[in-house]
């Protein structure tokens, strides 16, 4: 199955394994958005538990919803706001220095355009990369297989559906270089 993933192809995801893999990561999620505010050591475990890696002095304000969770990996002095989403049906990785505000999206999975192909519940996955020192401003949505670069802003309500290199300021739907 992740043969076929990484090739970009389409699957599904009730292929073996899979269900299982999503439900350990549900509970997870279940746990952390519903824990009381005065748990900081029991959220900094969870937050441990449910993602892949994490580096050092990440923090994740709840509610935060994945599909996964194993297939995000998280760099140091991480911070995201509330109601981040990441369907994380492939790898989400996220640099060090990453500062991420409320309702953001990051989704590696899209679906077919042919309906016959989405009826039959087929999509595809492609990674998202975050480089380090970046900040993600609110309302903003990351599209399958997007790389954004160090040190870049992307600005907030933004809709990213294509690279953005390093050292720069990106907004707008879709997002585009608004500075360098």
């Known amino acids: ?3 076929r993933i990484r ?3 389409l699957f599904t ?15 997870l999620m279940y746990e952390f958005n519903h824990s009381h505010p005065s748990e900081v050591e029991k959220r900094e475990s969870l937050i441990k538990e449910m993602f892949a890696t994490v580096g050092e002095n990440a923090w994740v304000e709840p509610p935060v919803y994945f599909s996964y969770g194993s297939n995000i990996h998280i760099g140091r002095n991480f911070y995201a706001n509330f109601n981040l ?4 049906d492939y790898t989400v990785t996220i640099g060090d220095n990453v500062l991420i ?14 309906h016959e192909l989405r009826k039959n519940g087929e999509m595809y996955s492609f990674p998202i990369t975050i480089g380090n020192n970046v900040w993600i401003g609110s309302h903003v949505v990351i599209n399958p297989g997007v790389t954004i670069g ?10 990213v559906i294509k690279d953005i290199p390093p050292n720069v300021v990106a907004a707008g739907v879709p997002c585009r270089v608004i500075r360098e």
């Not at 009730?14 to 350990?24: A, D, H, Q, T, Y």
């Not at 989403?85 to 994380?88: E, L, S």
């Open 101 to 114: 505000a409320p309702n953001v999206t990051l989704s590696v999975t899209g679906h077919p355009v042919h």
């Open 7 to 9: 090739a970009g192809k």
């Open 13 to 27: 995801d009730m292929c073996e394994g899979l269900p299982e893999k999503r439900l350990r990561g549900k509970t």
């Open 150 to 159: 160090d040190n870049s802003v992307i600005g907030a309500g933004s809709v």
């Open 85 to 88: 989403t990441i369907v994380d």
């Open 1 to 3: 199955m992740t043969e």
